[in-house]
C-alpha cells in the first residue's frame, strides 16, 4: 500500500471508531467502555487473492507468502492467550483460505506452547478447533 493509501485507511478507521463512540455514548454512557463478542463474526474471511496481495507476493515480493505470515500471526497470537480470541479466530479462517491445513495450524498452536504455555495453547487450539467445525465440507470423497 502507498503512504497516501495507508493513511486514508487509518483515518476512515480513526473516524468509525469515533462516531461509534458516540453513538454508544448516546444510547447508554455505560456502553463507551462495552466491548462487542463476535465482532470477527462482521468481518468476512478475505479472498485467497486479497490476502496473497495483502500479506504475500505483492507488497512483500521477496518475503513470506500470504499462508506463512499467517501461520506467524497464529503462533503470536496463541502466545497472547484469551486477549486476542477474537482475532484467533478471525486470522485461522484467513489462513485456511489461504491454503494451511488444519493440521498445519494445530501444529503452530502446539509449538508454541513452549512459550505461551499449556493455558494459552489449549485456549487457541478450541478457538481453532471451533472454526473448523464452521468450515464448509471441501466436497472429497476420497
Avoid: C
Avoid at 55 to 71: A, H, M, P, Q, V
Wanted: charged share 25%; glycine share 6%.
Amino acid at each position: 500500500m502507498t503512504d497516501q493509501m495507508t493513511e486514508a485507511w487509518t483515518k476512515m478507521m480513526q473516524s468509525m471508531l469515533e462516531q461509534s463512540q458516540q453513538m454508544a455514548r448516546a444510547f447508554n454512557p455505560a456502553l463507551e467502555t462495552f466491548r462487542a463478542t463476535g465482532f470477527e463474526d462482521l468481518v468476512p474471511t478475505m479472498s485467497k487473492d486479497f490476502m496473497e496481495m495483502a500479506f504475500g507476493k505483492t507488497f512483500n515480493r521477496d518475503g513470506l507468502d500470504s499462508k506463512t505470515r499467517l501461520l506467524v500471526t497464529i503462533a503470536a497470537l496463541t502466545v497472547l492467550g484469551a486477549h486476542a480470541e477474537p482475532q484467533l479466530k478471525l486470522t485461522v479462517r484467513h489462513a485456511l483460505e489461504a491454503g494451511a491445513s488444519e493440521r498445519e495450524i494445530a501444529e503452530v498452536i502446539y509449538q508454541m506452547s513452549m512459550f505461551g504455555g499449556l493455558p494459552a495453547m489449549q485456549k487457541a487450539l478450541e478457538v481453532a478447533q471451533a472454526v473448523f467445525a464452521e468450515q464448509e465440507p471441501k466436497g472429497d470423497d476420497a
